[in-house]
Nanobody, 119 residues
Framework: QVQLVESGGGLVQAGGSLRLSCAASGRTFSMYRMGWFRQAPGKEREFVGRIIWSGGSTYYADSVKGRFTISRDNAKNTVYLQMNSLKPEDTAVYYC????????????WGQGTQVTVSS
């Protein structure tokens, strides 16, 4: 089992920045990739980006490319989502998730953290 805990959400003005953290515990050695997702009220959950745990390669949704950056600290078992140039449409609950292989679905999820961007 892998436990994930997000933190760092809050209220920010448009154009501002926030950094979310996702701390992993448990069988962290089994993690292959970590993803960030978000869900706005009344909308479906949306993929934001992901990072491969060992190699560090990243991939982003077009909606955040160039504004958001995912990084990780293997020693702390923590993944970060640096969000810059925030827009009101980035308002959502942000979740981190983990999968144990390329073929596996994201089977472990955090509780989510609210990000609100005011205009």
């Amino acid at each position: 089992q892998v436990q994930l805990v997000e933190s760092g959400g809050g209220l920010v003005q448009a154009g501002g920045s926030l950094r979310l953290s996702c701390a992993a515990s448990g069988r962290t050695f089994s993690m292959y990739r970590m993803g960030w997702f978000r869900q706005a009220p009344g909308k479906e959950r949306e993929f934001v980006g992901r990072i491969i745990w060992s190699g560090g390669s990243t991939y982003y949704a077009d909606s955040v490319k160039g504004r958001f950056t995912i990084s990780r600290d293997n020693a702390k078992n923590t993944v970060y989502l640096q969000m810059n140039s925030l827009k009101p449409e980035d308002t959502a609950v942000y979740y981190c998730a983990a999968s144990t292989s390329l073929a596996a679905a994201y089977g472990y999820w955090g509780q989510g953290t609210q990000v609100t961007v005011s205009s």
